[in-house]
């Protein structure tokens, strides 16, 4: 696997130990490294991290879930211990392939998991939505700080009043090669402009900094590549289990418009939080909101399985609502 991901070693965003490491293969043999938390029988969560980011991303939503769920975390290929690739292959598709495969790779037969996705994690929802593996294993979903297209013309990193001008200006910054470096104050000055809210303390901006500026050169570039041309709309669509959305206000990559649309397309809206001031980084911003979202999906649509033995069961999920529409 790649070298340990970038993360803060002390303190509320340092990455928890996981009880179990995993390492998966995709659907193009890419290898993918992913972690268990919390009990074992306890009902699942599963968590997709953003672009630029890893599993340390979620480590205070982790502390908090991993009390009574079984939480599981990966990271998307090229980001973390995820290596690049091996087929080079960086896309939506791909994004719904590893997904699958961790799903697949870590929940018992039968067994459904409520997921929850930050930024590209979210676009990774949307893009398995119509993959029967996903609608198998979900119960329910959590879109988190993202959006379903257009992102380079609407986000307000570069604030032109020109659509096209500003649909330029962020492909050339997603689709960018130039090496981070070492985290420096300017740097960290830029990236809380970018992706933090005006009231973001200095130790989530170090968190962040720390993630963001240990991701490799290529996948942020190819990444980047493939969110500038971003169209999944049809596949927010498909989303047929209860669907939450949280978006900061502030967010200045996948500015709010984003998740009040995903809201209006979403066939199963479990309802749609605006945190007012927070950027882009709302599972660091605000863990205890995007914990308390998934918890509350979990008790709502993961119900308690009979299993053999006396043993705690693994979850299965109730039908969604418009699973009974259609039956």
């Not at 908090?64 to 939506?92: E, F, I, K, N």
């Not at 492909?171 to 809210?197: C, D, E, F, N, Q």
Request: glycine share 10%; charged share 20%; aromatic share 4%.
């Amino acid at each position: 696997m790649s070298r340990r991901p970038g993360h803060v070693t002390s303190g509320p965003y340092a990455p928890p130990a996981p009880r179990e490491q995993l390492t998966l293969t995709s659907a193009d043999g890419s290898r993918l490294y992913a972690e268990v938390h919390g009990p074992k029988e306890a009902p699942a969560v599963v968590l997709s991290h953003g672009w630029t980011c890893s599993t340390a991303f979620w480590a205070p939503v982790v502390r908090d879930l991993a009390a009574d769920h079984r939480v599981v975390l990966y990271d998307q290929r090229g980001h973390g211990r995820t290596p690049p690739p091996v087929s080079g292959v960086y896309s939506t598709d791909a994004l719904a392939d590893d997904l699958v495969a961790v799903l697949e790779g870590t929940l018992a037969p039968g067994e459904r998991a409520v997921l929850a996705g930050h930024s590209m994690g979210g676009m990774t929802m949307m893009a398995a939505a119509d993959r029967p593996q996903f609608r198998a294993r979900a119960a329910a979903v959590l879109l988190c700080s993202t959006g379903s297209a257009d992102l380079a013309e609407e986000s307000m990193v570069v604030p032109l009043r020109s659509p096209g001008g500003r649909h330029l200006a962020h492909r050339a910054i997603l689709g960018a090669k130039a090496p981070l470096g070492p985290v420096t104050p300017l740097g960290s000055r830029l990236l809380r402009y970018v992706t933090l809210g005006p009231e973001a303390t200095p130790e989530m901006i170090e968190a962040c900094a720390r993630i963001v500026h240990a991701c490799p050169t290529t996948p942020r570039s190819r990444w980047g590549k493939v969110l500038g041309r971003l169209h999944l709309t049809a596949g927010a669509g498909k989303l047929t289990v209860p669907t939450a959305v949280i978006a900061g206000t502030a967010d200045r990559l996948t500015p709010v418009v984003h998740a009040r649309r995903l809201a209006s397309v979403l066939p199963n809206p479990a309802g749609l939080t605006e945190l007012p001031g927070l950027g882009h980084m709302t599972p660091i911003e605000d863990p205890d909101t995007v914990a308390a979202t998934v918890r509350e999906l979990a008790r709502d649509h993961l119900t308690p399985a009979a299993a053999p033995g006396g043993r705690a069961p693994a979850t299965t999920a109730r039908p969604s609502d418009a699973e009974e529409k259609s039956a």
